[in-house]
């Protein structure tokens, strides 16, 4: 999971074309992921989302649960109002399996050298199943495919997932307060 720090925002090509919907590819499809677009009413999902991330790491301030949840859930809607501001056209997509909704997936390709994943998250009963390795090998094709020069991504320095990112050749490009530019160069489709 990301989450950007202030004046963090991607470039915007302003002459950039209108950019074609992503779909996964088959051998996702038929584990029965699927994207769509993220709507009006995931509002409460994405909330969720955002506090199974943090709820851990919350258990060490010295507040009650129902303080904890709603400072968490106050956090959850100031970065939604940042990716809004920032990355407004962004794809925010959901992560489906089998029709449900399981996670996010926020990718910002209106940079031309750079795909950003500025989101990526699963529900903690999909995490550790390979979902989010097999997600961003695909964002790692899509890097390859569309001609951009690296994919990149914020991480928070304790996060968990940066194992998995420098497995899939992510590597530190530089701090950003309490987070880490990571980046993978992309080699360009043969």
Known sequence: MSCLPEGA????????????PLTLPAGLAAQGLSLRDQGAGDTDFVRDLYVSHRWEEMQ????TDGERLAFLRDQARLQAAHYALHYHDADFMIVEKDGRAIGRLYLFRRNVRDLRIVEIGLMPDWRGHGLGGAL????QRLAREEGYA?????VEGNNRARRLYQRLGFQDVEPVGPYFLMAWRAVPAT
């Open 60 to 63: 060490a301030a010295p507040w």
């Open 136 to 139: 961003l090998r695909w964002v």
């Open 150 to 154: 690296q994919c990149s991504i914020h």
């Open 9 to 20: 925002a991607a470039a915007v090509d302003d002459a950039a074309p209108v950019l074609p």
